[in-house]
Structure formats: structure tokens, C-alpha cells
């Protein structure tokens, strides 16, 4: 997967992976009522990036002061320092 973004120093480039919008039981959960994901798979990294992978599934913390959501073409991003990923996910 050929990605449109280079990060620099320790950012990382993720893509988020799609909320489920259904509870174990077979409910529909309306999107208004569910919370933006934060588990996401690494695509890019900076040269500085150290612990993680492309390919790493992460779990992040959403902080909307560090993270940056872009869009390029039909594809959603999301820049982030490594240090705002607490978590690997097998």
C-alpha cells in the first residue's frame, strides 16, 4: 500500500479501522451515539519512530491538540506523535 504521506522526526501516519455500529447482542448502535475509534493501523512512520511498525495495529489516545485528521483523495488519515500511542493490538 503506497501511502500519499511522509511524516517527519517521531510522527506516524494510522488509519482507522471502522467502529462496529452493532452491540454483541445484535443491537444497532446509531452513529451519533458512537465515539470516534481509536484503534488504527500504522501505514507511515517518521525516521525517528522507534517501537511500532507499519502494518502494527495501535491503540491511540485521542488528543485533538497533537493529532492531525487529513483526507487525501478518498482516503482518511490521522498524524500523530508515537507518543500518543499507549497500546500494540494483536
Do not use: C, F, H, W
Amino acid at each position: 500500500m503506497s501511502v500519499p504521506i511522509s511524516p517527519l522526526g517521531s510522527y506516524v501516519v494510522v488509519q482507522n479501522e471502522e467502529a462496529s455500529n452493532r452491540t454483541q447482542s445484535g443491537l444497532y448502535i446509531p452513529e451519533s451515539a458512537t465515539e470516534k475509534p481509536s484503534t488504527a493501523k500504522v501505514v507511515a512512520l517518521g525516521p525517528d519512530a522507534k517501537q511500532i511498525k507499519v502494518g502494527d495495529r495501535v491503540l491511540y489516545k485521542n488528543d485533538y491538540q497533537e493529532n492531525t485528521s487529513v483526507k487525501v483523495g478518498s482516503e482518511e488519515y490521522v498524524i500523530l506523535p508515537e507518543s500518543n500511542i499507549i497500546a500494540t493490538v494483536k
